[in-house]
């Protein structure tokens, strides 16, 4: 190989490298992260949308209205939820609520990192209860259900064929109601 296909070579390698570290964060985005999830009971508002002013203006240009995205107003596992019925203003992370689910999970389990990432208390009480009811891994359900985003009777199904699935994730949403119910009301 000469000195100039050596260069060529490694300038190739650099450039690919630098490309990569650019075009990453692009692609490995992802619809929905922790920090921008959008709570099932309270809209959250920023400092910046409580200082726009009401006239339509911000010092930066037009106020864009956000068009709402499906994926976030809606998960699938909450289809079976009573139209206009209020879902109960418990966060998943409520200690009262990590208290009752932990007999459900393992000795020892960290409370916080199970109850990360889920969009509601019922949904994290549904997935506990599930799990415990099925002999499936928590934490196998749970990434079903909030990486991929499944329902919980198509999780149930997927990890545990053998099992009424339909019955299974209706107990369980059922026990995740009662104890959400007991939060609330005791």
């Keep these: 190989m000469t000195w100039a296909k050596g260069i060529a070579l490694v300038m190739a390698f650099v450039g ?52 709402p995205n499906p ?20 966060p998943a992370a409520a200690p009262a609520l990590h208290e009752r689910l932990k007999p459900l999970l393992k000795k020892g389990a960290d409370m916080g990192k199970a109850a990360e990432d889920f969009n509601s208390a019922e949904q994290f009480a549904a ?16 990434d079903r259900t909030v990486n991929e985003r499944k329902n919980l009777e198509e999780a149930i199904r997927e990890l545990k064929p053998d099992a009424n699935a339909a019955a299974e994730a209706r107990t369980a949403r059922e026990q995740a109601k009662a104890d959400i119910s007991a939060l609330t009301t005791g």
């Design 16 to 67: 690919a490298v630098a490309l990569g570290v650019f075009i990453g964060p692009h692609v490995t985005h992802r619809d929905q992260t922790s920090t921008d999830m959008v709570s099932s009971t309270a809209p959250a508002t920023t400092a910046a949308e409580q200082s726009e002013p009401k006239h339509g203006r911000t010092a930066h240009g037009p106020v864009r209205a956000k068009k």
């Design 71 to 90: 994926a976030k107003t809606a998960p699938a596992w909450t289809a079976a939820r009573a139209p206009g019925a209020t879902p109960p203003e418990v």
């Design 127 to 142: 997935v506990a209860h599930a799990a415990r009811n099925t002999d499936i891994p928590f934490m196998l359900l749970k």
